[in-house]
């Protein structure tokens, strides 16, 4: 129980551990994805990188705030891939859950 409390409460070496924890996590996704993701066309890169940015803000990202969707936007638009629409759009719609009472 007494892990629980510290893992609640803000600070503290729990939550260093919880941002590091998502920090290598992310790179260990970012290394999968140069590794096997096509970079061949401009577009491919474009890809890649907004991929990049979903997997940080929205897979890995501890204190995810949802104006952080603004980095994301236009990458996911300009690489024409539909689930990254997609996501962007649940997001979206997501960010705006906590205040539409």
């Given at each position: 129980m007494g892990l629980?409390?510290?893992?609640?409460?803000p600070g503290g070496d729990v939550s260093r551990r919880l941002v590091?924890?998502?920090?290598?996590?992310f790179f260990a996704l970012l290394a999968y994805l140069v590794m096997f993701?096509?970079?061949?066309?401009?577009?491919?890169?474009?890809?890649a990188f907004a991929t990049a940015m979903f997997?940080?803000?929205?897979?890995?990202?501890?204190?995810?705030l949802p104006w952080y969707q603004v980095w994301y936007l236009p990458f996911a638009v300009i690489s024409g891939r539909r689930?990254?629409?997609?996501?962007?759009m649940m997001f979206s719609v997501?960010?705006?859950?906590?205040i539409s009472r």
């Open positions: 629980l409390v510290q893992a609640t409460e590091g924890l998502a920090y290598a996590l993701h096509r970079l061949e066309t401009p577009r491919d890169m474009i890809t997997l940080f803000l929205f897979v890995c990202m501890p204190g995810y689930w990254l629409i997609v996501a962007a997501g960010a705006f859950l906590p």
